[in-house]
């Protein structure tokens, strides 16, 4: 695939959450577009999508002074309030491009900085643990989400074909859990599996978050509708993991082997912790 890369000025970097992310004051998108182009992508249906020539997946924007607008948009934002921000939530920050431009680590170099009250860092990329020096900086005031939808390869190919392997995935977890590095895997949205997922990330995370198309879209499944995504689980055979009761299937299933308290469901396992002042 040829990726329109372009390099862009950006007008601001922290953007208000509401929503999905109220437990946060601000997201942060280092990018706009997402090379991965996952095929549920719930961004493919919003107006940053929409309105682009190139579809989902064929375009990233380089926001190339990202990092001087968080310089002076976060002093800003901390003399008003505490700032949890949200790192990213309609973009992959560890998407490849990120290896050659490196606008996350050089966000994280000034967060380290001038530090919010806490950064929630969602990726289903192992080009994270290259930044594991400054996690370790950020100490608790960080978490990692690696995104593994599914243990079945096959069906990561089916569905993200240009996502990155599960394998590297759980190196990457399992790298960031010994360093110390809070973490954990959010299964979303949840692809069909095997019996044998929860043991299998057990191995390298102690928490894991379940959310589904119904739930975790933004709009009760009715973006990924339009996606016309059921009609890939009809292809493969697994129609009946579309649909809001596989979520309940699959929590029991990884109640055999987590705790109950680290098994999280949809917004829960996404926002920050209460010590921290959630409820703002």
């Known amino acids: 695939m040829n990726l329109d890369v372009r390099h862009v000025q950006s007008k601001s970097i922290l953007t208000r959450t509401s929503g999905f992310l109220n437990g946060y004051t601000h997201s942060l998108n280092p990018y706009t577009g997402c090379a991965y182009g996952c095929s549920f992508c719930y961004v493919r249906q919003m107006p ?3 309105f682009r020539t190139k579809s989902w997946g064929e375009y990233v924007d380089v926001k190339q002074n990202a990092n001087a607008l968080l310089e002076k948009e976060l002093v ?3 003399k008003k309030e505490p700032v949890f921000i949200f790192m ?4 992959d920050p560890y998407q ?3 290896m050659k431009a490196e606008i996350t680590r050089s966000i994280l170099t000034t967060l380290i900085e001038n530090r919010p ?3 929630f860092v969602q990726t289903r990329s192992p080009i994270v643990q290259r930044d594991l020096d400054l996690f370790k900086e950020l100490k608790d005031q960080v978490f990692v989400s690696m995104t593994v939808e599914t243990d079945d390869d096959r069906i990561r190919k089916q569905f993200t074909p240009n996502a990155p392997a599960i394998r590297g995935r759980l190196k990457a977890l399992e790298k960031l859990a010994t360093a110390g590095i809070p973490t954990q895997a959010a299964v979303a949205p949840l692809l069909p599996s095997t019996s044998h997922f929860p043991k299998l990330l057990a191995d390298y995370v102690e928490r ?3 959310d589904d198309f119904f739930l975790g879209d933004g709009s009760g499944g009715k973006r990924t509708s339009r996606l016309n995504i059921r009609s890939l689980y009809d292809e493969k055979h697994v129609r009946d993991w579309y649909d809001p009761s596989a979520r309940d299937r699959l929590k029991k299933r990884f109640l055999t082997v987590f705790k109950d308290e680290n098994v999280r469901m949809n917004q829960d396992g996404f926002l920050p912790p209460a010590h921290l002042g959630l409820n703002r």
């Not at 990213?88 to 973009?91: D, H, K, M, Q, V």
Request: charged fraction near 15%; hydrophobic fraction near 55%; charge should be positive.
């Open 48 to 50: 940053i999508a929409l």
């Open 76 to 78: 800003r934002a901390k």
């Open 88 to 91: 990213s939530s309609s973009t």
């Open 96 to 98: 490849p491009i990120e």
């Open 117 to 119: 009250a806490f950064l």
């Open 208 to 210: 894991v978050c379940i």
